[in-house]
């Protein structure tokens, strides 16, 4: 088991802004190696979502409402799951895919695991690159003097 002190960032994204292309980009910026996703409230104009175990991705390109974000983040790939809802109250759920464009805002909280790094590597009983979970290495050293 892993554990590790926390470290939290808020971010709001604004209309048109894409989530997958923000997080990447906040990711580098803020060097992030152990990254997920704490709170997200928002609404979207279009998103893409795999089904689940399937190849079937669906586009929504009207007004959905974030009910629900999660998922890991690393600096070689994420994994996310959403559900939205649309004008009805009826939700749709699955694996963000590509895109996931902002509506009105995306209101997020990031939390960073401090002593950890997440990597994606390939598992072959999945046949999917799978979070792998390691302890930082502390490349400096301090001394008392």
Do not use: W
């Amino acid at each position: 088991m892993n554990s590790s002190a926390l470290t939290c960032y808020a971010l709001r994204l604004v209309p048109g802004e894409d989530l997958i292309k923000r997080l990447k980009l906040f990711l580098t910026e803020n060097n992030l190696k152990a990254a997920f996703i704490v709170s997200c409230v928002g609404s979207t104009n279009f998103t893409k979502l795999r089904t689940a175990n399937s190849t079937t991705v669906k586009t929504f390109s009207k007004p959905h409402e974030i009910v629900s974000l999660s998922g890991t983040l690393s600096q070689d790939g994420f994994h996310l799951h959403a559900s939205i809802s649309d004008e009805n109250s009826m939700v749709f759920g699955g694996h963000v895919m590509e895109v996931m464009e902002t509506y009105t805002t995306i209101e997020l909280v990031i939390g960073e695991l401090n002593s950890l790094k997440f990597t994606r590597e390939f598992d072959s009983n999945s046949g999917y690159k799978e979070l792998v979970i390691r302890n930082r290495e502390h490349l400096s050293t301090t001394t008392d003097t």
